[in-house]
Each structure stands twice: as C-alpha cells, then as structure tokens.
C-alpha cells in the first residue's frame, strides 16, 4: 500500500485531495491502495454527504467565528476536526480484496484490525456499531466511506488530544445515533486515546502494511475535485 503524509490549509482543499486521489485509482486501477494521514491546525466541520445543515451544525455559531463548515463525499455524520484529532483517508481496491466488496465486510476488514492494535492490556479498543471504534463506551474514532464501482474512499478520524469542548458548543445532538450511544451528549460520548501523533500513524502504517511512498493525484485532477464540488457554497447548504 502507498502512504502519504500530507496536510493541507482547509477542509475543502483535503476533501478535495481526498476524492482525487479515489478517482484517479477508478480511473487507473493498477494505481492500487493508498493510505494517506493528514490533520487539520485550526476547528472545521465535516459534515456527511447526506447531512443536513440546520441539524447537524450550529451554522450561525461557525460562521459567527468563522469555522468551515464543509461536506464530504462520504457518507457519515457530522464531525468536528482539528488540533488534536488525527485524520486518515485510505483508497482501496473491492476487486482484489473480496471483503470490501460489501458496507460492513468493509468496515469489518479495516476497523478490526485497527481496533486491536491500538489496544494494550491496560486499554480495550473495540468496535462500536457499525463504524465506530471506542474505549469501553466512549468514542476515539468515527468513520465513513464513498464506494465507487471498483474502489472505496474510507474517511477515518482519531481523537487523541483534541479540546472536547468545542463539540458540543459546534454540533447540536446528532438526529441519528449507534445504538450504544444511548442518546448521551458529546462530552459524555467521546475521549481521547493516550497515544502521541507519532505512534498512531506508526500503527496505521503497520496495520495497513502502507511502506511505499505514494505520489500526488494530479494537480488537473484535485482542481476539478476543488471547483466543481468542494469550493462551490451551494454544494454545502444543498441539505
């Protein structure tokens, strides 16, 4: 699997990078996986490709404060990002690994594995409804996808040293919820995980066995992910 480590300014520009890099391997399958980290400096909101706005966010309070409000590709729930909290995006073929080919075989085949290494004997990380992974009953990552006809863009978070705090203050209680949730308010649904940005990319790299150095999508191709989708306000107040 090719890695890359790469961070850009704004939410949209990663979304962006993000859905380039999956429609490039569409288009050129010998491309193969790639697994690529990234984190954000300053709050952003990610929402669901099917979120919507007036649920999910407190719009007037982002704008107020000038928080970006963007909407991934990938399905999902909405999310707050930034110092703290790690990203991850990974690309990968459904052709030649048969356990992508379905939503939760998917989500099985990435979560599980990953659940377990960030485990220790003091610290259970398990796999929480569908597309969760937490601490006991608290939450340390979500995740969400986008599936193409032969490839699928997983969107991945990790909580490991994030302000808390501004989840609450930028999301209201979220219309859908896992079940082991139990209707709890963002404080008492999430934690960080005790782990340095260092070792979790270290356990992501070795998890997904991602030791090749990737190379960027085409520049023609991120831009046209940029203008036609992620730069266009409409595309983010649609819902």
Known sequence: MEYINHCLPTLKE???????????????????????????????????SGGKI???????????????????????????VGAGCLLYTMVMDSQTDLALGTISGSYERILEPLAKALSRPDREVTRKGISDLALGELKISGSAQQRKRRFILHHGTLLLNMDLTQIPRLLPQPPRQPDYRLDRDHASFTVNLDLTEEEAIDTLRKVFKADIQGTHPPDACIQRSYSERFNDPTWVIRR
Request: aromatic share 4%.
């Open 14 to 48: 990663n979304l962006a990078f993000d859905e380039a890099m999956l429609l490039e391997r569409e288009a050129d399958p010998t491309r193969g996986n790639i697994l690529r980290v990234w984190k954000m400096d300053t709050l952003a909101v990610a929402m669901g």
């Open 54 to 80: 007036n649920e999910e966010v407190h719009y007037a309070l982002c704008r107020r404060e000038g928080v970006e409000v963007q909407r991934r590709s990938s399905g999902g729930g909405t999310v707050v």
